[in-house]
């Protein structure tokens, strides 16, 4: 065998075409087999491609996070305003518990609500006693 995956005899290097002349600065280009040449530019315009996507793709990261951000913003004040609005609820329960025991105190003290329905409907009828009554004499 030659050298490493190359087919050459021991001791050549199958890169040999992309070793740099001897004259050649950094900044020089590399002498480079036109087959490898090919490969590369293809490999940079699939970067360029890659790099659009990765732009694309942070964009949308960026905008995301915005809305992320504007979305916790409405849910913190929607969290104070459920707040106030149990706290209200709470005051109201409290009212309308002490509205209910006293309803309960006034029907007991008036001998309970059957006792009232039979006193409103006793001042019923004497009211429409008195308008018959009042027809007849009149």
Request: net charge negative; glycine share 10%.
């Amino acid at each position: 065998g030659g050298g490493r995956g190359g087919s050459g005899p021991p001791g050549t290097h199958p890169m040999k075409d992309m070793r740099r002349s001897p004259e050649a600065s950094d900044l020089d280009p590399i002498d480079i087999d036109p087959e490898v040449g090919e490969g590369l530019q293809q490999i940079r315009r699939n970067d360029q491609v890659l790099d659009e996507h990765l732009e694309l793709v942070s964009k949308g990261l960026v905008r995301l996070k915005g809305i992320a951000v504007d979305q916790n913003e409405e849910v913190k004040l929607q969290a104070v305003m459920i707040d106030q609005i149990d706290n209200q609820m709470d005051h109201a329960t409290q009212h309308l518990n002490k509205v209910n025991s006293k309803m309960k105190e006034t029907l007991k003290n008036a001998g309970g609500a059957t006792a009232i329905m039979i006193k409103i409907c006793l001042v019923i009828l004497i009211i429409a006693l008195a308008a018959f009554l009042y027809k007849l004499v009149g």
